[in-house]
Nanobody, 120 residues
Framework: QVQLVESGGGLVQAGGSLRLSCAAS????????MGWYRQAPGKQRELVAS???????NYADFVKGRFTISRDNAKNTVYLQMNSLKPEDTAVYYC??????????????WGQGTQVTVSS
């Protein structure tokens, strides 16, 4: 049983910073893609940033220069450092990853989400 558990959300003032973490646990053979998505009330879930096992990153235009995604492969963990936060960054942030439980099985998993609220 593979699980993704996020942490680090909370309430912060505009211009502040937060660091989200997402740790994968369970029977893990390997993790390929890892990413962060967010969903604001009444809106669709959208990609924030992603990172490959080799460290190649991709960012949504609305976070470029403010957010940084990174990962620790030894800890099966992905991070999202969020700086210069804006009220429009308020959303539930979800971790997503492609995880192999053995050499032949690769499945996509979601975390339960962590709330980020940015006050003006």
């Amino acid at each position: 049983q593979v699980q993704l558990v996020e942490s680090g959300g909370g309430l912060v003032q505009a211009g502040g910073s937060l660091r989200l973490s997402c740790a994968a646990s369970g029977t893990i053979f390997g993790i390929n893609y890892m990413g962060w998505y967010r969903q604001a009330p009444g809106k669709q879930r959208e990609l924030v940033a992603s990172i490959t096992r080799g460290g190649s990153t991709n960012y949504a235009d609305f976070v470029k220069g403010r957010f940084t995604i990174s990962r620790d492969n030894a800890k099966n963990t992905v991070y999202l450092q969020m700086n210069s936060l804006k009220p429009e960054d308020t959303a539930v942030y979800y971790c997503n990853a492609d995880i192999g439980s053995d050499r032949y099985t690769l499945l996509n998993y979601w975390g339960q989400g962590t709330q980020v609220t940015v006050s003006s």
